[in-house]
Nanobody, 118 residues
Framework: QVQLVESGGGLVQAGGSLSLSCAAS????????MYWYRQAPGKQRELVAG???????NYADSVKGRFAISRDKAKTTMYLQMNSLKPEDTAVYYC????????????WGQGTQVTVSS
C-alpha cells in the first residue's frame, strides 16, 4: 500500500498563489504516475494535472499556463504550484497515484481545501 498526505492548502485572494505538496510513503517501490484532482461543492471530481514517473506533465485546459506540477528526484513527493488563482479554483484538492505500469488511480490522499476569494 501507498499512503499519500497532502499539505499546503488555504485561503488566498484571487490572483494570488498557493503551493500544494503530496508526500508518499509505504510501498513507494510500487509508485507510478501521480495526479492532482479537485472537487468543488456540488461538482464531480476532476483531474487537474498529472505527472509520469519520468516527469512528463499534463494539465487540464482550465489550469494550463497557471499551474505547474512537479516531482522530486526521489519521485516520492509531488508538488502543485498554483498561480493566478481564480474563485473557480476553489475546491478540495486530492493527491492520487497509480501503481507502476498502470493508469488507473489506486491510491488517494485525504484532500486539502483551497479557497480563492474574489
Amino acid at each position: 500500500q501507498v499512503q499519500l498526505v497532502e499539505s499546503g492548502g488555504g485561503l488566498v485572494q484571487a490572483g494570488g498563489s498557493l503551493s500544494l505538496s503530496c508526500a508518499a510513503s509505504g510501498s513507494i517501490f510500487n509508485l507510478g504516475n501521480m495526479y492532482w484532482y479537485r472537487q468543488a461543492p456540488g461538482k464531480q471530481r476532476e483531474l487537474v494535472a498529472g505527472i509520469t514517473l519520468g516527469g512528463s506533465p499534463n494539465y487540464a485546459d482550465s489550469v494550463k499556463g497557471r499551474f505547474a506540477i512537479s516531482r522530486d528526484k526521489a519521485k516520492t513527493t509531488m508538488y502543485l504550484q498554483m498561480n493566478s488563482l481564480k474563485p473557480e479554483d476553489t475546491a478540495v484538492y486530492y493527491c492520487a497515484a497509480s501503481r507502476k505500469f498502470t493508469v488507473t488511480v489506486d491510491f488517494w490522499g485525504q484532500g486539502t481545501q483551497v479557497t480563492v476569494s474574489s
